[in-house]
């Protein structure tokens, strides 16, 4: 529907804690809408995700992955993430393993760090319509899903980097990607 601008770190709405969407807003015009348009905005932008409070909208809700198998630009070498819509997200780390990789932010443009984050977790939450989602999953697809829900709790991953001699321009990281 819209391809909205996307929030910069800096911006204090990307701080705040969004608010849950409400039982009887789902499979409403409103949350249809807001999907879509979150869906077309992280699409224009090749990200690997994108959640709600990034285009400046406070509810808990966000969308990442690919459909039909398509492989992220900004992640060749990634595994391919189910498209998949989140509302109201609950993540459970499966046990205390953690792994530091690169991450990037449509928020943060043009940066890169090192991030640690759970290997495994189970995720559950809503989709649009409201059916639950229960989902156990590891590796870049676990990444995915806690970088995104950190947008809901007004995390942004800097906040994570544990070294910030892991942190830097990508240009300059990995030129081979320019």
Not at 41 to 63: F, K
Not at 78 to 103: C, K, M, Q, S
Not at 149 to 176: N, S, T
Request: include cysteine; aromatic fraction near 8%.
């Amino acid at each position: 529907m819209t391809v909205h601008a996307i929030l910069k770190m800096g911006d204090a709405r990307l701080l705040r804690q969004a608010q849950p969407v409400s039982e009887s807003d789902f499979d409403s015009d409103k949350l249809h809408l807001l999907v879509s348009d979150l869906l077309d905005t992280m699409h224009a932008a090749n990200g690997a995700g994108l959640a709600a409070p990034q285009i400046g909208v406070d509810l808990q809700v966000v969308v990442f992955g690919s459909g039909n198998g398509e492989i992220n630009p900004r992640y060749p070498d990634r595994p391919i993430v189910p498209l998949t819509v989140l509302v109201n997200p609950v993540i459970t780390p499966l046990g205390d393993a953690e792994e530091e990789d690169w991450e990037g932010c449509l928020s943060v443009p043009d940066l890169r760090g090192k991030v640690p984050r759970f290997t495994r977790i189970r995720y559950t939450g809503f989709d649009q319509y409201g059916d639950p989602i229960d989902r156990t999953v590891e590796g870049f697809h676990a990444r995915v899903v806690q970088h995104e829900c950190d947008h809901l709790w007004g995390k942004l991953y800097p906040m994570r980097i544990r070294d910030f001699a892991q942190f830097g321009f990508v240009d300059v990281l990995f030129p081979e990607l320019i």
